[in-house]
């Protein structure tokens, strides 16, 4: 149960407006109190009126406005809220939260607020792939700004596409979510990210695709629901999460020796580095030149099979939940139910890594979560914040399982 805390919904001015009179309902519901502030552009997509009358409270349009700022001036709002939702942050909204721009009511609350802010962006689809909007998302969530949505599917505008605000059930467990933030307190999660880099000689090494969004995402989830989190990263060029303890690794050998070495705290692990399978016999220690080292037109390389980090650890895993990560390129279900027998985990994710809009490198996603019993729950395409979030509700699930 989540207890009632004090919301405030700033509500930006994009059609999707024109659903918050369902999310409000649904928070008042749950026995939470309710305020909104409007952006004078949301007024044309949604009754105050409304609003007021579903919340039992005053709504709030104007920066300025001298009775308005009399009730309760735009600082307290700020202060008395345990969550602020952004529901719908358009384009406009995230681009004037990014800046720090306070020329409007709701963006001066959102600057003022010390309260977890969660948003549920919503706009045309090319408003939403815009360089500038995905620069500004970023900034946003390295703040830590939390985010539902949006969705694929055919928008108001015509197009198609991600850019739906989330719809209002989804918009409350995720409030739901970032209230009870603690729901991994007390656990340790160890997640591994990135992929490794096998050398080759002082300048050159075998490596692959893997960009770590995927086990960052994981990582900055699991630190946001209250867990101690230590992240081992291969090669990536990602920022650390904040409140997560980063140890970086080359090798797929570093890799194992940092996971033994962390693994007796752990009590999640979670592998979603791409680990190379095996590695040159042996690194030269300098640079190989091709002159001394040729005399065809082919060379050589002998690979050596790297130990299996993930099979090794479900040997000795104990008590833990173990989640791993299968790339496949084809024949994904079959090929991930195989794999979670041999590996022998909790959770396997699988991946379909010849989809182009998903997986390596880019910023969504699209999963299959397997469990040991062969069920199979499918995880659409969205961002990887948000399949990290679906990945950690499924392992808390089975933590509860376990309990129960
Ligand atoms: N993994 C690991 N150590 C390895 C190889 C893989 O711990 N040497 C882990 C990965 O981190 C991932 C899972 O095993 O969680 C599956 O990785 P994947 O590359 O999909 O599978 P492989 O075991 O390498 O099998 P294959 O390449 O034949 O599909």
């Known amino acids: ?24 309902r649904a928070l008042v519901g749950q026995g939470h109190t309710v305020r909104c502030v409007l952006t004078d552009a949301a007024t044309q997509f949604v009754s105050p009126l409304v609003l007021q009358t579903l919340t039992g409270e005053a709504v709030r349009r104007g920066l300025l406005d001298v009775s308005e700022e009399g009730e309760i001036d735009h600082i307290r709002l700020a202060d008395q809220s345990d969550l602020v939702i952004v529901a719908p942050a358009t384009a406009d909204l995230m681009a004037r939260m990014a800046h720090g721009l306070a020329n409007d009511l709701v963006s001066a609350v959102l600057l003022a607020t010390r309260a977890p802010i969660l948003m549920a962006p919503a706009m045309n689809v090319n408003m939403w792939n815009h360089p500038a909007t995905q620069r500004n998302l970023e900034l946003l969530r390295e703040r830590g700004v939390l985010q539902v949505g949006p969705e694929s599917g055919e928008l108001a505008c015509g197009w198609e596409g991600l850019g739906r605000m989330a719809a209002p059930p989804s918009i409350v467990s995720a409030a739901d979510r970032a209230l009870s933030s603690g729901s991994l307190s007390g656990q340790c999660v160890l997640v591994t990210a990135g992929g490794t880099t096998e050398p080759i000689d002082p300048v050159r090494g075998i490596t692959n695709r893997s960009s770590g969004k995927m086990g960052f995402a994981l990582a900055a989830e699991a630190a946001r629901r209250g867990a101690e989190v230590v992240l081992v990263a291969g090669s990536t060029s990602l920022p650390t999460p904040e409140a997560v303890r980063r140890v970086d690794v080359g090798t797929a050998l570093e890799m194992r020796a940092a996971v033994l070495q962390e693994l007796e705290g752990a009590t999640v692990i979670i592998k979603a580095a791409a680990v190379a399978d095996f590695r040159p016999r042996e690194a030269a220690d300098r640079k190989l030149k ?11 390389l002998e690979l050596v099979r790297n130990p299996d980090i993930l099979e090794e650890i479900c040997q000795i895993k104990g008590e833990r939940i173990v989640v791993g990560f299968a790339a496949e390129s084809h024949d994904v279900i079959p090929a991930a139910r195989r794999k979670i027998e041999r590996k022998g985990c909790d959770l396997l994710v699988a991946n379909d890594v010849s989809r182009s809009d998903a997986g390596f490198s880019t910023d ?22 948000e399949v990290a979030s679906q990945i950690l509700d499924r392992i808390e699930k089975i933590r509860g399982e376990r309990e129960a």
């Open 290 to 300: 091709k002159e001394t080292l040729v005399e065809s037109d082919v060379m050589s």
């Open 1 to 24: 149960m989540i207890e009632p805390a004090r919301i405030l919904v700033a509500v930006g001015g994009g059609i999707a407006a024109y659903k918050v009179p369902e999310l409000v």
């Open 364 to 385: 969504l996603n699209a999963v299959h979560l397997i469990t040991p019993d062969g069920a199979v729950e499918d995880v659409s395409l969205r961002h990887k914040a």
